[in-house]
T-cell receptor, first 115, second 110 residues
Framework: KAGVTQTPRYLIKTRGQQVTLSCSPISGHRSVSWYQQTPGQGLQFLFEYFSETQRNKGNFPGRFSGRQFSNSRSEMNVSTLELGDSALYLC??????????????FGPGTRLTVL | QKEVEQNSGPLSVPEGAIASLNCTYSDRVSQSFFWYRQYSGKSPELIMSIYSNGDKEDGRFTAQLNKASQYVSLLIRDSQPSDSATYLCAVFSGNTPLVFGKGTRLSVIA
């Protein structure tokens, strides 16, 4: 079974631009979570989607948004990029948000650099 | 605020020794517990999951859960330099996102 895929793997943008990151979960998985990881900050939760609905949202500004499509693929968008948005963005796939399917499997991540 | 606490390390152990990584959590109703390994510059990789009190073994790895004391630990036997990584503890409490600790950096010295 193919793992979680994320595209692109690397991105360089300048301040003020916007960016869209994509995540394809493991086949059959319907839940996708997004995280931001910066050195020293650990994994910061962005949002969680299940069946095209956002179930949970982390404490990030409205510049960060996401969505999930009917095939479970998910995208996240960051508008008006700031230098502090430079980070590794990780997508994690799980079967469902409930007890029996909550185990998360991570994609390789997208490394975003904002200049 | 649900919290998961880990000692940031680095935890240094000699090759062949047992590495012991600990994690405490604040939510008493937590149900599922996970350990991930993350190499520098890479994404987290699931090592173990544990749901019931006691020990769960998988090769050189043993996860230990004590719900009464609200801690979960990971033992790595016969530690190898390739085990050098950051280990993340994650806790699920139902209807809320998985909560991750900040991780413990392990260094295995050859």
């Amino acid at each position: 079974k193919a793992g979680v895929t994320q595209t692109p793997r690397y991105l360089i943008k300048t301040r003020g631009q916007q960016v869209t990151l994509s995540c394809s979960p493991i086949s059959g998985h319907r839940s996708v979570s997004w995280y931001q990881q910066t050195p020293g900050q650990g994994l910061q939760f962005l949002f969680e989607y299940f069946s095209e609905t956002q179930r949970n949202k982390g404490n990030f500004p409205g510049r960060f948004s996401g969505r999930q499509f009917s095939n479970s693929r998910s995208e996240m968008n960051v508008s008006t990029l700031e230098l502090g948005d430079s980070a590794l963005y990780l997508c994690a796939s799980s079967a469902s948000p409930g007890q029996g399917g909550v185990t998360q499997y991570f994609g390789p991540g997208t490394r975003l650099t904002v200049l | 605020q649900k919290e998961v606490e880990q000692n940031s390390g680095p935890l240094s152990v000699p090759e062949g020794a047992i590495a012991s990584l600990n994690c405490t959590y604040s939510d008493r109703v937590s149900q599922s517990f996970f350990w991930y390994r993350q190499y520098s510059g890479k994404s987290p990789e699931l090592i173990m999951s544990i749901y019931s009190n006691g020990d769960k073994e998988d090769g050189r790895f043993t996860a230990q859960l004590n719900k009464a004391s609200q801690y979960v630990s990971l033992l790595i036997r016969d530690s190898q330099p390739s085990d050098s990584a950051t280990y993340l503890c994650a806790v699920f409490s139902g209807n809320t996102p998985l909560v991750f600790g900040k991780g413990t950096r392990l260094s295995v010295i050859a």
